[in-house]
């Protein structure tokens, strides 16, 4: 069967950032930045998570190895830089979405199957690191309530009036998460008891927005940037910049609260508002500083056939 390509959206985390790794409930938006797939002559030897997917695809669907895929992911960057929107989860779920259309299983009656593929691919290729969060916004879209137990799809996109600000470097999630993993291995006490403060923060605010609580995620959303400053200090991990340090800065004098998105480290910081206008006012005082704004929308669909590349 021939299929032109498929895309999968970036992500963001609104919550539950490390302590889902502990059994939390993590609450993460698909975002408008997507990864496109086609069938190709690139082979898919050429990237770590290009090469997993071929793997655990040809181990499902294909007697042999699966064709070439060529993926574009450029919308993921910032002058060569990762914005930390999840690049290499979209990515993974557009090849595995592109291949089981190329073989006759449309993404639509095949969507828990390739989540779950994708998730093993993700998985591998990230040295057996992270939760699988950011592949399952990539392939069901939307926002959705993630733990290990199982994810649940939020029925109407969050109330919150969201900016998303690029802090102009890089984050390193691997190296943070070897780092926090350190930190409990060295100083078990002080590793849980600034984990047992994001994981009770986390199942608070899944709460929270599953309810519609918009002033209530604005303060959890504050004391959960708060609680991964911490817990960084903890660890002798930067998970909290000075980039971020500013934007929630700005974000609390302007009514709202911002937090880290992901790992930290840099990548991208989330800021929440109760009101539009808390939202544009913070808008235009990041331009005064110099700040860069994207402009992504949240909520946005998942995997899909892209009849037109």
Same mark, same amino acid.
């Given at each position: ?56 695809? +040809?181990?499902?669907?294909?007697? =042999?190895?699966?064709? %070439? /895929? ?5 919308? @993921?960057?910032?002058? $060569? #830089? ?45 040295? +057996?690191?992270?939760?699988?969060? =950011?592949?399952?916004? %990539? /392939? ?5 309530? @993630?733990?290990?137990? $199982? #994810? ?158």
């Amino acid at each position: 069967m021939s299929v032109s390509g498929t895309s999968a959206p970036g992500k963001l985390f609104l919550s539950g950032e490390y302590a889902v790794l502990e059994g939390a409930v993590a609450v993460v938006t698909a975002v408008d930045a997507r990864a496109f797939a086609i069938i190709g002559d690139v082979s898919t030897d050429v990237s770590p998570v290009l090469r997993a997917v071929a793997d655990m695809v +040809s181990c499902e669907i294909f007697t =042999d190895r699966p064709p %070439g /895929v060529d993926v574009n992911s450029d919308v @993921f960057l910032a002058d $060569g #830089i990762k914005l930390g929107l999840g690049s290499s989860a979209a990515v993974c779920a557009a090849a595995c979405g592109v291949l089981f259309e190329h073989a006759g299983l449309p993404i639509d009656g095949n969507r828990d199957r390739i989540l779950e593929i994708a998730s093993k691919a993700h998985f591998a290729a990230q040295g +057996s690191r992270g939760s699988g969060a =950011d592949v399952a916004a %990539g /392939v069901l879209g939307g926002t959705i309530l @993630f733990s290990v137990k $199982g #994810i649940r799809p939020m029925a109407s996109e969050p109330g919150i009036c969201a900016k998303v600000v690029w802090t102009g470097r890089a984050s390193s999630t691997v190296e943070l998460l070897d780092r926090v993993r350190n930190l409990e291995r060295s100083d078990r006490p002080g590793y849980r008891r600034r984990m047992d403060d994001l994981v009770d923060l986390a199942g608070t605010l899944a709460e929270a927005y599953s309810l519609g609580e918009v002033k209530q995620i604005v303060e959890l959303t504050g004391e959960y940037g708060l609680a991964m400053k911490w817990l960084g200090q903890e660890a002798g991990a930067p998970i909290v910049t000075q980039e971020h340090e500013r934007v929630m800065t700005i974000a609390a004098a302007m009514g709202g609260a911002a937090k880290p998105s992901g790992a930290g480290g840099g990548g991208c910081a989330v800021a929440v508002f109760a009101q539009q206008r808390d939202a544009d006012l913070f808008e235009d005082r990041c331009a005064k500083d110099g700040l860069q704004i994207l402009n992504l929308s949240l909520h946005v669909e998942g995997l899909r056939v892209e009849p037109s590349l």
